[in-house]
């Protein structure tokens, strides 16, 4: 043991004479160390450890050798083979420029082990400069031309003929549709002809009939030239005006509402749209009709459709409590179509709505038990109208409320109020505007008319909807018996939130002198009955004066959507605070828009509010997108309306052309830290324009301190001022 353990010394001794010195840098190996790396990479002194194989050389980058062998912790010097390395080579850097007729040289080295690799690089070429003719040529004639290199000057000589100089075009054979022709042109030096061909024409087509369409069938037509006869393959063809399945637009909701007219498709199937409800409708008409059921609109079809009726003739007459009926006769084919004609709305049981709630209300004011206001026509209501009508000496029809009912009804509720109606005006919390117009048919109707009516509520109080009235003869006193009631029941919020509307129809015998109407809500904080405007028509149904009010515009002042507003605030309200800067009491407004078929259609004796104030109309002229009433912006009671941007509209203009605001309400609102201001109210002096940091300064400094609804605007993002403008107003 003791011999073995000296060996073991001695050959560490030898190990340790035979070590070089130590190189300069440290590696690290697997299984070992290394301290030290010499500059040529060719060699590594490492430090053994006891008990390990030895794996020798660049480990990180991938070449090495092994050495086996239970060996003692030394330092050992290793010699790495060169031609072992996987080499890292650096960037390629030219030694030798390539030129025209040479090849250069380029080489680049390894990182690890320090050897060279070389490549060639291929010649430039010549880089010649454009021909110069050192001898002319004729399209017969060579003539000489040189170009020189750029790079190293070699000069290139050759010989060449110019081309020939052809003169112009002739025709020698006209093309046809059928047939090419062809062109020829010669030049003028040497007599050398060029020919082309030309393109055969387009065929000149014109469609032949080969089986002509009738007023109930397609045809056949082929298109066919004029000039050499080729025919192409036939295709059939619809007698003019046929509609087809899949069509869209005007033509087809014609279709569409004699479809409905005649009964065969329901109302909000008159889409304009040539889909399968159509043609179901349609096949069920021709079926009824004895025509081909084909589901095409063809030219007989809708001739059968429209039929040339006659005048309507009163079968049943209409009164307040049983529905009339009339009928009318096509000239052509006589179909006899009839119609019935309610007088008014009707009230069916198992109807549900705000009209029901509206009648369970009135008969619970009344005194008769309805149960709960939930806007179901059930039997509560039935056994309520039974009782009332039982009381006013009428007789009532179990599960339908007629408008006899309803007049009943509303004379009662009327009579019972102590107080009286309220008629609304301008400076009503309630200010009820109606508008009342014939319907289309109207004037061709001998015994019945229906009209269209619209209600909007202009006051400052909500309220509810609860009756369209009626009177005829000379007077309108609403408070008589002699009046009808449409019910709707719809609310009504306040400044021109929201409207109702509808249609009804009326027997045109009934009294003599003039149809009035009036509309009546309940505001519901007082619950004074308040009545509208009164629209008046002729017997013959010609409109009275009409009522024209601005467009109605809702919007919460506290949640205003993104866009750019009118506004009006003191300087004194616009703060800075620690976390910015306020603008405190803004009111926001909107600008008036009317109807721009309201007020083209203005006539002598309608009304129209301007900034609340009712004016009457004297006179109203067009000049082009400008109308005038009264005499304009210099008349005492005058104004113009011009159209807006759109022209979808009218906004109106008074004193130095100044527009209307309505006032949406005031609230506060914070300014953006990339927002911008923008002040041209002084026309003399440049605008001032300012970021954030500025605005504050500008607005308290500024020598003018009106900011209103005519010179300033606010545009709003996400709740936020983000730009804010004043300019020049007189």
């Known amino acids: 043991m003791k011999k073995a353990i000296a060996a073991l010394f001695a050959l560490m001794l030898v190990l340790a004479l035979s070590a070089p010195a130590l190189a300069e840098t440290m590696y690290v190996y697997k299984n070992c160390k290394a301290y030290e790396e010499p500059d040529t990479h060719s060699r590594v002194t490492i430090k053994l450890h006891v008990g390990h194989d030895l794996q020798v050389g660049d480990y990180e980058n991938g070449f090495y050798e092994t050495k086996y062998g239970w060996v003692q912790e030394k330092y050992l010097t290793y010699e790495i083979t060169p031609d072992i390395c996987s080499h890292k080579w650096g960037k390629w850097y030219v030694v030798e420029e390539a030129t025209c007729t040479s090849r250069g040289l380029k080489q680049r080295e390894c990182s690890i082990c320090g050897d060279v690799e070389q490549s060639h690089i291929s010649k430039t070429g010549h880089s010649y400069g454009k021909w110069k003719v050192t001898k002319s040529a004729t399209c017969t004639r060579q003539g000489t031309r040189t170009r020189t290199c750029r790079n190293c000057g070699q000069t290139e000589t050759e010989r060449f003929y110019a081309d020939h100089e052809f003169g112009a075009w002739t025709v020698v054979r006209a093309a046809t549709c059928s047939v090419p022709g062809q062109r020829i042109h010669t030049c003028v030096n040497c007599g050398t002809q060029e020919t082309k061909a030309i393109e055969t024409l387009p065929h000149t087509f014109a469609y032949q009939i080969i089986q002509e369409a009738t007023d109930h069938s397609a045809g056949m037509r082929a298109q066919v030239c004029q000039v050499c006869g080729y025919t192409e393959k036939a295709v059939s063809y ?7 399945r899949g069509e869209r637009g005007e033509h087809v909701y014609r279709l569409q509402q004699l479809l409905v007219e005649q009964g065969y498709l329901n109302a909000g199937g008159a ?16 079926a ?16 059968r459709l429209a039929h040339d009726f006659g005048p309507w003739e009163t ?8 529905p009339g009926e009339r009928r009318r006769v096509c000239k052509d084919c006589g179909y006899v179509q009839t119609e019935t004609v309610e007088a008014g709305n009707v009230v069916e049981r198992g109807s549900r709505g705000e009209n029901v709630r509206a ?8 005194g008769y038990n309805t149960g709960s206001f939930d806007g179901i026509y059930g039997q509560k209501l039935d056994n309520a109208f039974a009782a009332f009508d039982a009381d006013h000496g009428m007789t009532f029809q179990q599960g339908r409320v007629r408008p006899a009912d309803v007049d009943a009804l509303v004379s009662a509720w009327v009579a019972q ?15 009820l505007a109606l508008t009342v117009n014939p319907a289309a048919d109207a004037v061709t109707d001998s015994d019945v008319t229906t009209y269209t009516w619209s209600l909007t509520n202009m006051g400052t109080q909500k309220c509810m909807f609860n009756a369209l009235l009626l009177t005829y003869g000379k007077g309108a006193n609403f408070g008589e018996d002699n009046l009808v009631m449409v019910l709707d029941g719809q609310e009504l919020k306040a400044n021109v939130g929201n409207s109702a509307s509808g249609s009804f129809t009326v027997a045109r015998d009934w009294g003599d002198g003039n149809l009035n109407f009036a509309a009546m809500a309940v505001d519901e904080t007082t619950g004074f009955k308040w009545l509208s405007n009164t629209v008046t028509f002729s017997a013959a149904g010609t409109a ?26 003191d300087r004194g309200d616009v703060a800075g605070l620690a976390s910015g800067i306020f603008m405190n009491a803004v009111h926001i407004y909107s600008m008036d828009t009317y109807d721009a078929s309201e007020i083209e259609g203005l006539a002598e004796g309608d009304t129209v509010v301007v900034e609340g104030q009712e004016i009457p109309v004297k006179t109203m002229e067009i000049w082009d997108d400008l109308v005038v009433v009264n005499g304009g912006i210099d008349a005492e009671d005058g104004c113009a309306f011009t159209k807006t941007e759109d022209g979808d509209a009218y906004r109106v203009n008074l004193d130095d052309d100044l527009a209307t605001y309505t006032e949406l309400g005031v609230t506060s609102l914070p300014v953006d830290p990339a927002a911008t201001y923008y002040d041209d109210w002084d026309i003399e002096s440049d605008p001032v324009t300012t970021d954030y940091d500025g605005i504050l300064s500008a607005i308290q400094t500024s020598e003018n301190d009106s900011f209103n609804r005519y010179n300033t605007t606010l545009t709003l993002q996400s709740g936020r001022v983000i730009e804010l403008r004043r300019v020049y107003m007189p």
């Open 417 to 431: 109020d102590p107080i009286g109606i309220k008629v609304s005006n301008a400076m009503s919390p309630v200010n």
């Open 238 to 244: 619809d007698p003019e005006g046929t509609i087809r």
């Open 271 to 286: 889409d304009g749209i040539f889909g399968g409800g159509t043609e179901k409708a349609l096949v069920k008409f021709q």
């Open 359 to 366: 009648l369970q209300q009135i008969l619970s004011v009344l």
């Open 288 to 303: 009824d009709q004895g025509l081909n059921t084909d589901g095409i609109a063809w030219p007989q079809t809708q001739k």
């Open 544 to 569: 009275e004066p009409r009522y024209v009010a601005p467009l109605p515009v809702e919007l919460n002042v506290y949640n205003l959507p993104d866009g750019e507003y009118a506004a009006a605030f």
């Open 315 to 322: 079968v049943k007459a209409l009164t307040r409590t049983e």
